[in-house]
């Protein structure tokens, strides 16, 4: 009888520990990227947030978070910036376009094809934008490979991609309905919704990497007994 008790009393512990978790994260990065003027401490400071949770869904923690976000922070300050700046430069290119075009008279082609098309961009970056940083945090790439990679990921498994495009929209609502959480969860609850649906991608690919790798063994073997 005390266990189903036991159980409901942990599972609230998790639930408000990471609640505390998420809200001192993101505090740390609206202050990281004040620190960095805005447009220079956003991309460290992401990338710091990303790697924290990481590590805590991994039970991978090494200090505290202050001392753990400084650290990530300061390490990959440039990579982080460089990231920053081309996700930075794509968007603004979106939303160019989408100022350009609600500035133009109604024209079919810009309503029926245009239009739709720039939506799929944005999308597409989204993920893009969100797998790089995920990317970063869990493997070691090279700079243009982990938006090669990012791209590859949004395509091959289309579950998670929704589920990032899923998260995202369920942000907005509930930042727009309460926006008193913005403060505290704005950024680093998609950010956890995003590592974790990665986390959880970057298993499966692991898993058929690990796969196509055994049966190349095997294959190998074979032919050298065949010849």
Request: proline letters at 4%; zero cysteines.
């Amino acid at each position: 009888m005390d266990q189903p008790n036991g159980g409901a009393m942990f599972g609230l512990y998790r639930l408000f520990n990471w609640l505390t978790i998420l809200a001192y994260l993101n505090i740390l990065w609206m202050l990281f990227s004040l620190l960095g003027l805005g447009l220079f401490g956003i991309g460290p400071a992401t990338l710091a947030v990303f790697s924290i949770i990481r590590d805590k869904l991994q039970e991978n923690e090494s200090g505290t978070i202050w001392r753990s976000f400084y650290l990530v922070f300061k390490n990959n300050f440039w990579r982080g910036n460089k990231l920053f700046i081309v996700i930075f430069l794509v968007f603004s290119f979106i939303f160019i376009d989408f100022a350009i075009i609600r500035a133009l008279p109604y024209h079919p082609v810009m309503a029926y094809v245009v239009i739709p098309a720039l939506i799929i961009l944005t999308a597409l970056w989204i993920l893009i934008s969100s797998y790089t940083f995920a990317l970063q945090t869990h493997y070691q790439l090279k700079f243009w490979q982990i938006f090669r990679d990012a791209f590859w990921i949004s395509g091959i498994f289309p579950l998670s991609s929704l589920g990032i495009i899923f998260v995202f929209f369920i942000i907005i609502v509930l930042n727009y309905w309460i926006p008193a959480i913005i403060p505290f969860y704005l950024v680093s609850v998609p950010i956890f919704a995003i590592q974790l649906i990665a986390l959880v991608t970057f298993k499966q690919i692991e898993a058929k990497k690990f796969l196509l790798e055994e049966e190349q063994k095997n294959g190998h073997r074979l032919s050298e007994k065949n010849g």
